[in-house]
């Protein structure tokens, strides 16, 4: 074994001991954490099992209490987790549909609707949004649920068509077979609680949406005021040992309330000075006497704070359990032992937590989750961990598993294999000297403003240490959201030259305008001295270097669009360019000024002449050239928003340099990039937004998914060069994906034929 492989496969060992190993034995390397987590929850059976969302479709789970997590799939972001109270095995999760697990978290079956019902998955936007297409589908979108205390084939879920409605409290007596309306709601609800105290025959339920409390009861509900008739951003509900609920809600206005005699009286929650700003807020289901607020900008002493405030006399006092200095000098908490965010970017990166959830058989046992970070506290928030990342022994940061970071490239020092690096969104750079063992931040010298992005970097072939990387302030790129409502033209960003292996960089963008540059070129066969380098600015066009990239010269003399989109460019072994333009449109029209568009050139980027796309395709996002036969191109394409799947999407081979196209992939009609395998071309690899990743062993003309990798969005796959089976998967939002394409093909999380991806 390789001094990396077995630096990597050491790494991970605490990771996998935990769960069944993926086809493939898929893990996931990086750094941990860096993006938004939602939603902790932890197992009423279990305190060491818990399970956390994030923005990015991923859903994670642990069983020791934060120590490693397990990524799982189910095709869209979580809305809700739910533990069955009397079978610690059995737990609900509502994603794309409603999905139960009776093997503690490792596979999933489809609960609403029925699978018979299932005509088909729409997902024909941008970024590949999920639609369960069911008839018949009565319920609608189960928005919320709970499980009876005394009966777990007793279901309370909240349910309706978000756009039209009706809405309405459901109950199902048989664990989902069927469900019967109990009462209609007047709108969408978030939360369902069900009083443990209550009689089985005098059950009673609280439901709340963003306007309304409702107690149901089988001999009759009550409204509950909404304090002060403001809108809910949040709210949570514990009962005494009598049954009284005790409601805390966070307003739209950022402030926090309690009320413990059934919303008649609402004490507004203070503490502290200062326009106090509360944006989440958690009881315990059992012991609703003490709770947690989420809360920044508290002034003390001329500086600003962020934090968790806690009561204990069910909100009539609070104290301050987790105060940081949100200045951008600040010092982090005493109590707060943070991982490798706050050490790199300061206490207020990631933000006072987003949402926070406390066990119900123990208040001090408190899970928060923000913008890059999962803490936790075990001792009612004297002291908070993080559990999203673990220190190394050189230094380093390593993944728990739990990885919400975008990926573009990962990338490896042609002289040193141990010095690798993961070009990434929102965090930058980072690099490894370790094998992928442990990460750390490697943007030392790269203008501030441009450090929350890397998009990609490039190695002097014949220079130890030389190393050139485009970075900008705006990420995401080509995804709509970045460039729909904010002008190109304002993009912040530019290329960085590095002369010690990517340890620290120099601004090396003279001649060229601010720009989100996405994409470097090097031409390996310009004089060593005086390096030929490209660099796509994405509403600036190509730019190129011929002294190593001390100054840049706009190249797009023959390109027609107005701020075009240069997104990728490629170059075959006789020299020609190829370029990537990006669509600007979303209405999934096609023959229009605003249609994505390829070029190429023959001349160094001197002139450029449109190559024609497939029929039906606007959206180039990648393109690969047989080393071996120029003529012979490989082009992913991103479906357009028609059609159930889309349309013009997947993947397109050329055997005579773009003249003409065929079609050989398009079971996934949203194909980021494609990849050729550097020691047999005619091994292709390739990723998209649909919960897969392919291979093909035959130049293209076959493709098959690779079993092990299921996260809903890849963007990029990378093989690796010391194992020829294995392969690093990069991903928006998922972190990177390491394991080998020859695993088992067995269905993964999704265990409901008609859900599992690409089928």
Not at 384 to 394: E, I, L, M, R
Not at 671 to 681: E, S, V
Request: hydrophobic share 35%; glycine share 10%; charged share 20%.
């Amino acid at each position: 074994m390789t001094r990396f492989a077995f630096s990597l496969a050491l790494a991970l060992t605490f990771i996998t001991a935990a769960f069944a190993q993926r086809p493939g034995n898929f893990t996931i390397v990086g750094p941990g954490g860096g993006g938004a987590m939602f939603r902790p929850v932890v197992s009423p059976h279990d305190p060491n099992t818990v399970l956390v969302a994030c923005d990015m479709t991923g859903a994670y789970i642990t069983h020791d209490g934060g120590k490693s997590w397990r990524m799982f799939n189910l095709r869209g972001v979580v809305e809700f987790f739910v533990f069955d109270p009397h079978d610690k095995n059995v737990i609900y999760v509502q994603s794309t549909a409603l999905w139960r697990s009776q093997d503690n978290g490792e596979t999933w079956k489809l609960v609403y609707p029925k699978a018979a019902a299932v005509k088909g998955v729409k997902m024909n936007s941008d970024h590949s949004d999920e639609d369960v297409l069911a008839d018949p589908n009565p319920l609608g979108t189960i928005s919320a649920m709970a499980i009876d205390p005394t009966n777990s084939k007793i279901l309370y879920a909240t349910a309706g068509d978000r756009k039209a409605g009706p809405f309405g409290l459901y109950i199902s007596r048989n664990a989902g077979e069927s469900w019967s309306k109990l009462i209609d709601l007047p709108a969408t609800a978030f939360k369902v609680f069900v009083n443990q105290a209550s009689s089985e025959d005098q059950r009673s339920v609280v439901v709340a949406g963003p306007k309304f409390i409702r107690i149901w009861k089988s001999s009759g509900g009550r409204d509950i005021p909404v304090s002060p008739g403001q809108k809910i951003t949040d709210i949570s509900v514990g009962f005494t040992p009598q049954g009284n609920p005790v409601f805390y809600a966070i307003a739209e206005e950022r402030t926090a309330f309690v009320s413990d005699d059934l919303g008649t009286h609402w004490r507004k929650i203070q503490f502290g000075n200062g326009d106090i700003k509360q944006n989440a807020i958690a009881t315990s289901l059992l012991h609703p006497e003490i709770a947690y607020v989420s809360y920044r900008d508290l002034e003390d002493d001329g500086l600003n704070y962020m934090g968790v405030a806690k009561t204990t006399d069910t909100g009539r006092t609070w104290s301050l359990a987790w105060k940081e200095d949100i200045n951008p000098v600040g010092k982090p908490g005493a109590n707060i032992h943070d991982a490798w965010i706050t050490e790199k970017f300061g206490s207020d990166w990631a933000g006072n937590p987003l949402t926070i959830s406390v066990a119900n058989q123990d208040a001090n046992l408190v899970y928060a989750t923000d913008l890059g970070r999962t803490m936790k506290s075990s001792d009612g928030g004297a002291t908070w961990n993080a559990v999203y990342s673990q220190k190394s022994t050189g230094g380093g940061w390593t993944s728990t598993g739990l990885d919400v970071t975008t990926s573009y490239g990962y990338h490896f020092d042609p002289f040193d294999k141990n010095r690798q690096f993961i070009s990434t969104t929102d965090i930058g750079l980072f690099r490894s000297e370790d094998g992928g063992a442990s990460w750390m931040q490697s943007t030392d010298g790269v203008p501030r403003d441009w450090r929350n992005t890397t998009y990609w970097i490039v190695f002097d072939p014949a220079v130890k240490g030389r190393v050139w990387s485009v970075n900008s302030w705006t990420h995401d790129l080509p995804r709509p959201k970045m460039w729909r409502r904010s002008g190109v033209a304002k993009y912040r960003g530019g290329v960085c030259i590095s002369n010690d292996g990517g340890k620290t960089w120099v601004k090396s963008n003279d001649g060229m305008d601010q720009t989100a540059a996405t994409f470097i070129l090097l031409d390996p066969t310009s004089p060593v001295d005086s390096r030929t380098l490209y660099v796509t600015g994405f509403g600036r066009g190509v730019y190129k270097s011929t002294n190593g990239g001390k100054s840049w010269t706009l190249k797009n003399n023959g390109i027609a669009q107005k701020e075009p989109f240069a997104w990728r460019i490629s170059r075959d072994d006789k020299g020609t360019l190829y370029l990537l333009i990006s669509r600007r449109s979303e209405d999934g029209s096609i023959g229009t000024d605003k249609d994505g568009a390829m070029y190429r050139s023959t001349d160094g980027a001197e002139h450029w002449t449109p190559v024609a796309m497939p029929e039906g395709a606007n959206a180039p996002n990648g393109l690969a050239i047989d080393p071996k036969d120029s003529n012979r191109l490989y082009l992913a394409t991103w479906a357009r928003a028609t059609g159930e799947h889309g349309d013009g999407g997947g993947i397109y081979l050329s055997e005579d340099a773009g003249k003409t196209w065929k079609q050989v992939l398009d079971r996934d009609r949203h194909i980021y990039d494609i990849t050729i395998d550097p020691r047999d071309a005619k091994i292709l690899y390739a990723a998209g937004f649909e919960s897969s990743a392919w291979i093909s062993h035959d130049a293209g003309e076959h493709w098959s998914r690779i079993p092990g990798f299921n996260f809903k969005w890849g963007h990029r796959v990378t093989p690796d060069p010391e194992n020829p089976k294995a392969i690093y998967i990069t991903t928006f939002g998922g972190g990177v994906w390491h394991g080998t394409v020859d695993g088992k093909d067995r269905p993964l999380d999704i265990a409901t034929p008609e859900l599992q991806p690409a089928k």
